[in-house]
């Protein structure tokens, strides 16, 4: 199954291509930034963000209190494990 799972983007790699670094539960990867930037929070703005991490893209902003949330159901739910599993061998940032 391929879930949404929340992370922190912790630098911007390539502001050309909007791809940055994002954190999942100490697991570092490069993702697309492009669902998240527009003129009023453009891609350097974005470290610190917390996001939904989809198939390489953040694809939504959400605040820590949500990401907190939905890392503990996750969690509760067996999902997570296997989340970062597949992140970490699809290929390291």
Known sequence: MC??????????????RKLGLVDVSGVKREVNLACIVDAAHPVEACVGD???????????RIDAEEAAAT???L??????????AAMRTSGQA
Do not use: K, N, R, Y
């Not at 879930?3 to 050309?16: E, S």
């Not at 917390?50 to 939504?60: E, Q, R, T, Y």
């Not at 969690?75 to 970062?84: C, D, F, I, K």
């Open 75 to 84: 969690t509760e739910l067996g999902e997570v494990q296997a989340e970062l």
């Open 50 to 60: 917390w996001v939904l991490v989809h198939v390489g893209f953040a694809m939504s």
């Open 71 to 73: 890392l503990a159901i």
């Open 3 to 16: 879930l949404g799972i929340p992370g922190q983007i912790t630098a911007i790699t390539d502001p050309a």
